[in-house]
C-alpha cells in the first residue's frame, strides 16, 4: 500500500525518469518551512552563499545543513508524510537523512542554478536516493528543470563550483563534462508548482533552474533523502556538504548519529 498521496504510476515515473512531481506533499508546513527560511535567511550557517557572481543582478542565496540548529525544518520534517514518500518511490524500506538545502533567488535574480547532478558532489552512492524540491513560493519560470532519463546515463557529469564554474575536482576520466540539454534536444521536465508541492528526483538526475525574472520572491526548501543501498563512497577530491571527521570508510552506511533514521518499515 503506498501513500495516499502517491501512486503506482508515480513510482513508475520516478524509476523511469529519474523525477516526478509529487502535488502537496510539505502543504501543511509551508509557512513552518517560510519560518525556517527567514531563520536561516536572519542567521546563515558556515556554507551560506549569496552566490556572487559578476555580470549578474539579484540575490541568489542558498544554504544547507541547518536542520538540526532551525526547528521549524526539523519539524516540519518529521511531520509531514516525506519519509514514506520517499520509502515508496526509492523501493525501500528505510530511509536516512542526508541533509537539508534552502535556495531563494529574490525578485530580478539573473543567475540561473547551472545544470548538475547532486550525486558527484556527495560522499554516498546508492540506486535508492532521492531529492525533493519546495517552492514555499508558486513559480512558474522559476521551477526547477529535470533532465529525464539522465539518472541512468553511464558517466556521471562532473561536479563545478557554482559562481568560478571551476571543476569541483580533478576529472580522472569518470566523469562527462557538463552538456546543454536545451541545445542537444534533451526531455527536459518542468512543472508550474504551487507552495508545498514538490518534484522528487535521484541524486543522479541532471536539473537546474532559470533565474528568477518575476517580481516575486522564489523560495525553496528541499531534501535529500537516501535508502537501503546508499554507502559511503570516496571521491577524487572535496565533497559537498563536507562533514569533515566523519570516520566513515568505503562501503559503510552512513553512520546514524549523523544522518538519522527517518522511517524503518
Known amino acids: 500500500m503506498v501513500h495516499p498521496l502517491i501512486t503506482q504510476d508515480h513510482i513508475d515515473q520516478y524509476q523511469r525518469d529519474g523525477v516526478v512531481l509529487i502535488r502537496g506533499l510539505f502543504a501543511n508546513q509551508v509557512e513552518q518551512l517560510r519560518a525556517g527560511v527567514a531563520v ?26 541547518n536542520w538540526t540548529r532551525i526547528s521549524e525544518f526539523k519539524d516540519a520534517i518529521e511531520t509531514s508524510p516525506v519519509a514514506e514518500v520517499a520509502a515508496d518511490l526509492m523501493g525501500s524500506k528505510s530511509v536516512q537523512m542526508f541533509h537539508d538545502h534552502v535556495l531563494v533567488k529574490e525578485p530580478g535574480t539573473s543567475m540561473a542554478t547551472p545544470w548538475h547532478q547532486d550525486g558527484p558532489y556527495y560522499f554516498v552512492e546508492g540506486q535508492q536516493t532521492i531529492s525533493f524540491w519546495s517552492p514555499l513560493d508558486e513559480v512558474t519560470n522559476a521551477a526547477l528543470r529535470c533532465v ?30 557538463v552538456p546543454d540539454p ?76 549523523w544522518f538519522p533514521m527517518l522511517l524503518q518499515r
Open 40 to 65: 536561516n535567511m536572519e542567521d546563515p550557517g558556515p556554507y551560506a552563499s549569496n552566490n556572487d557572481k559578476a555580470g549578474e543582478s539579484g540575490r541568489f542565496f542558498d544554504d544547507y545543513c
Open 148 to 177: 529525464a532519463g539522465s539518472h541512468r546515463w553511464e558517466k556521471e557529469v562532473l561536479p563545478t563550483r557554482w559562481v568560478s564554474e571551476q571543476d569541483f575536482f580533478a576529472d580522472d576520466g569518470q566523469y562527462m563534462p
Open 182 to 257: 536545451d541545445a542537444e534536444d534533451m526531455t527536459v521536465l518542468e512543472y508550474p508548482m504551487q507552495p508545498g508541492d514538490a518534484v522528487a528526483f535521484n541524486f543522479k538526475t541532471l536539473h537546474g533552474a532559470r533565474g528568477n525574472t518575476s517580481t516575486s520572491r522564489r523560495r525553496a526548501f528541499s531534501l535529500r533523502l537516501v535508502g537501503d543501498d546508499a554507502r559511503y563512497v570516496e571521491r577524487p577530491g572535496p565533497t559537498s556538504p563536507p562533514y569533515p571527521g566523519h570516520e566513515m570508510v568505503p562501503g559503510q552506511r552512513l553512520r546514524q548519529d
